[in-house]
């Protein structure tokens, strides 16, 4: 499904994720007309902007994979148990 956008609006970027245990979806666009053109929005409600589009990507990222580096770490402790 494509999200509506306006018309100064432009498509950048899509992120598939989940937190809080759903699914989430967060669209990036870039609108020249707003004082941060580059924003992101995800499908639980939360939105972002940013002057750069340097931002944009790694916040969206971590917005939809919260739980990556909690993953990672339960995974260590459990080796490091399962060694000692
Ligand atoms: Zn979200």
Redesign the pocket.
Known sequence: MKPQLEQTEFWVGTFHGS??GTK?K?TATRDDTRPEPYAWT?????SRSFPTEHDVFPTAWQ??HPTRFDRLRSCAARRFRAFR
Do not use: I, K, L, M
Not at 42 to 46: L, S
């Open positions: 937190h809080d989430a967060v995800c499908t639980c409600g939360a917005h939809t």
